[in-house]
């Protein structure tokens, strides 16, 4: 696989040495994929007016599923929270049980699927358009989104598929697909398993590869040195090494990038919350102002931004599009999990968004209330990244190195756990044979090396898009099944209230 990942990198190296060349193909692929890109995007994320303001219609199908499956499963997302922790901690994990990743394994893959350059652009990017006040609405709906990732993905382990040689296949494809099947439609069943797998597949090209390395590449440049950075021009060299260091991950399976995920995930998350919360507390005097500046353009209903109806929006929007709740990738992730009790991972599968919503990005929230605000730095003109960057920088001259470290490690675990996502959605289609992951996994690659090379935003647009569009399918599948999962979910709770599930084998 590394040769074959080498060889396409070497490929586009050589096609894209040639400036004159490589911008022609850039504006190639942008003029042919463009108006197809536009056509989707206009119809995946078609607004509709509320009180004014525009609410893309897939983002009031995911708040509503989150709304509904928070009071269907009686609030889980708070009375199954310590569960969650107790099955992290591998109190229930069973060795013997099938699947391959332990439950803190799973969560950390899953965590570093979600956790990416969004938590730290993205949440500027929101409060600039919606507000301070988005960044209320942005925790309300990261917990919401607790229960809706539950549903998946105690789907994804039920429904999941043993292979001969050990290695497990789940998620969304398989469980609707089971769903029509056992209702005497297996033709429909499989074309939508085929519709879910082939967008996901397209989609993890986009915003779970090329997106990340461009903007890992981009941050890296900046605090390099810019336009004079050695690397200003070799965005080939930085998308090479990313690709080689992801190809080494990947090419050992699910094992291989949960183990990584569980190495990885802590200290980012960790370095990213301890310089966060030193810029919060380096700008104290400011945080009961920024607390009440928050809470006042929340339910505020007069703003320049839209008030509160336009804080509700951009928060949901921007918590929903972090945590993926909804979409189904991450029941992929949990799918390989080793237990005996899907249940068991639906409630780890709670700490996924808070650990990605309610934690980093209200930390990210935060920083820019607390410093960006009162200090002027709004006012500067930057945008995303370079905002929240100029944030830490306003403290601590050398933090955005921390930041830079912090957005190179989200990017890299974006990368891995949504290669396997691909990979999945791919062997659905293509079968399981060895040759025929290591063809994705040489793409993948490539595609990494690619995005740090050249700007295709048709590509990334239409990704985007792919990966939203399965929201639909995916969210009517789990309202079909959620009588299913709240029996399941309330017979396991119930059996280890009963002592009937053991600590160290369930």
Same mark, same amino acid.
């Given at each position: 696989?590394?040769?074959?990942? !080498?060889?396409?990198?070497?490929?586009?190296?050589?096609?894209?040495?040639?400036?004159?060349?490589?911008?022609?193909?850039?504006?190639?692929?942008?003029?042919?994929?463009?108006?197809?890109?536009?056509?989707?995007?206009?119809?995946?994320?078609?607004?509709?007016?509320?009180?004014?303001?525009?609410? &893309?219609?897939?983002?009031?199908?995911?708040?509503? @599923?989150?709304?509904?499956?928070?009071?269907?499963?009686?609030?889980?997302?708070?009375?199954?929270?310590?569960?969650?922790?107790?099955?992290?901690?591998?109190?229930?994990?069973?060795?013997?049980?099938?699947?391959?990743?332990?439950?803190?394994?799973?969560?950390?893959?899953?965590?570093?699927?979600?956790?990416?350059?969004? %938590?730290?652009?993205?949440?500027?990017?929101?409060?600039?358009?919606?507000?301070?006040?988005?960044?209320?609405?942005?925790?309300?709906?990261?917990?919401?989104?607790?229960?809706?990732?539950?549903?998946?993905?105690?789907?994804?382990?039920?429904?999941?598929?043993?292979?001969?040689?050990?290695?497990?296949?789940?998620?969304?494809?398989?469980?609707?697909?089971?769903?029509?099947?056992?209702?005497?439609? &297996?033709? !429909? $069943?499989?074309?939508?398993?085929? +519709?879910?797998?082939?967008?996901?597949?397209?989609?993890?090209?986009?915003?779970?590869?090329? +997106?990340?390395?461009?903007?890992?590449?981009?941050?890296?440049?900046?605090?390099?040195?810019?336009?004079?950075?050695?690397?200003?021009?070799?965005?080939?060299?930085?998308?090479?090494?990313?690709?080689?260091?992801?190809?080494?991950?990947?090419?050992?399976?699910?094992?291989?990038?949960?183990?990584?995920?569980?190495?990885?995930?802590?200290?980012?998350?960790?370095?990213?919350?301890?310089?966060?919360?030193?810029?919060?507390?380096?700008?104290?005097?400011?945080?009961?102002?920024?607390?009440?500046?928050?809470?006042?353009?929340?339910?505020?209903?007069?703003?320049?931004?839209?008030?509160?109806?336009?804080?509700?929006?951009? $928060?949901?929007?921007?918590?929903?599009?972090?945590?993926?709740?909804?979409?189904?990738? @991450?029941?992929?992730?949990?799918?390989?999990?080793?237990?005996? %009790?899907?249940?068991?991972?639906?409630?780890?599968?709670?700490?996924?968004?808070?650990?990605?919503?309610?934690?980093?990005?209200?930390?990210?929230?935060?920083?820019?209330?607390?410093?960006?605000?009162?200090?002027?730095?709004?006012?500067?003109?930057?945008?995303?990244?370079?905002?929240?960057?100029?944030?830490?920088?306003?403290?601590?001259?050398?933090?955005?190195?921390?930041?830079? !470290?912090?957005?190179?490690?989200?990017?890299?675990?974006?990368?891995?756990?949504?290669?396997?996502?691909?990979?999945?959605?791919?062997?659905?289609?293509? $079968?399981?044979?060895?040759?025929?992951?290591?063809?994705?996994?040489?793409? +993948?690659?490539?595609?990494?090396?690619?995005?740090?090379?050249?700007?295709?935003?048709?590509?990334?647009?239409?990704?985007?898009?792919?990966?939203?569009?399965?929201?639909?399918?995916?969210?009517?599948?789990?309202? !079909?099944?959620? &009588?299913?999962?709240?029996?399941?979910?309330?017979?396991?709770?119930?059996?280890?209230?009963?002592?009937?599930?053991?600590?160290? $084998?369930?």
């Amino acid at each position: 696989m590394k040769l074959f990942c !080498l060889g396409l990198s070497a490929l586009l190296l050589s096609s894209c040495a040639r400036s004159a060349q490589s911008a022609t193909f850039d504006q190639q692929v942008e003029a042919l994929l463009r108006p197809l890109a536009n056509g989707l995007a206009d119809v995946v994320f078609y607004p509709v007016e509320l009180f004014g303001q525009p609410f &893309p219609l897939i983002v009031l199908w995911l708040a509503t @599923a989150a709304i509904f499956f928070t009071f269907y499963m009686g609030f889980i997302n708070i009375r199954g929270f310590g569960l969650a922790l107790r099955h992290v901690r591998g109190h229930f994990h069973n060795p013997k049980a099938r699947g391959e990743i332990s439950h803190f394994q799973a969560v950390a893959t899953a965590v570093s699927g979600t956790v990416g350059i969004g %938590n730290i652009g993205g949440v500027a990017v929101a409060i600039v358009i919606g507000g301070p006040g988005a960044a209320f609405w942005l925790i309300v709906a990261g917990f919401l989104s607790m229960s809706t990732k539950l549903v998946e993905c105690t789907l994804g382990v039920k429904y999941r598929r043993h292979n001969p040689d050990g290695s497990v296949s789940g998620g969304p494809m398989y469980y609707l697909e089971r769903y029509l099947a056992d209702r005497q439609l &297996p033709r !429909l $069943g499989k074309c939508l398993g085929s +519709f879910y797998a082939l967008s996901l597949v397209i989609g993890c090209l986009g915003i779970g590869n090329m +997106f990340q390395s461009n903007q890992a590449y981009v941050q890296f440049v900046v605090i390099t040195g810019g336009e004079q950075s050695f690397f200003a021009d070799k965005g080939w060299l930085f998308g090479l090494a990313i690709a080689a260091a992801v190809g080494l991950v990947i090419v050992g399976g699910i094992r291989s990038i949960a183990r990584v995920a569980a190495h990885i995930v802590p200290f980012m998350g960790v370095l990213y919350v301890v310089s966060a919360v030193i810029i919060i507390a380096m700008s104290y005097q400011q945080v009961p102002g920024a607390i009440q500046l928050i809470l006042s353009s929340a339910f505020n209903m007069e703003s320049v931004t839209g008030g509160m109806v336009g804080a509700i929006i951009v $928060g949901f929007q921007r918590a929903l599009f972090s945590n993926e709740a909804g979409i189904g990738s @991450a029941s992929i992730a949990h799918s390989a999990v080793q237990t005996n %009790n899907p249940a068991s991972e639906g409630l780890v599968s709670l700490l996924e968004p808070f650990i990605d919503t309610v934690v980093i990005c209200t930390l990210s929230s935060l920083v820019i209330v607390t410093t960006a605000y009162p200090f002027g730095i709004m006012d500067s003109g930057l945008e995303g990244i370079a905002l929240t960057s100029a944030a830490f920088e306003h403290h601590v001259s050398w933090a955005p190195y921390p930041l830079a !470290l912090a957005a190179l490690l989200f990017a890299f675990s974006t990368s891995i756990s949504w290669s396997y996502y691909g990979l999945k959605g791919w062997t659905y289609l293509f $079968g399981e044979g060895a040759l025929t992951q290591m063809i994705f996994k040489g793409v +993948f690659c490539a595609f990494i090396a690619l995005g740090c090379m050249i700007q295709l935003a048709a590509v990334l647009d239409f990704s985007d898009a792919m990966i939203f569009l399965i929201a639909i399918p995916n969210i009517l599948g789990l309202y !079909l099944f959620a &009588p299913e999962v709240k029996r399941d979910v309330n017979d396991y709770i119930r059996r280890i209230r009963a002592g009937e599930v053991h600590l160290n $084998g369930n």
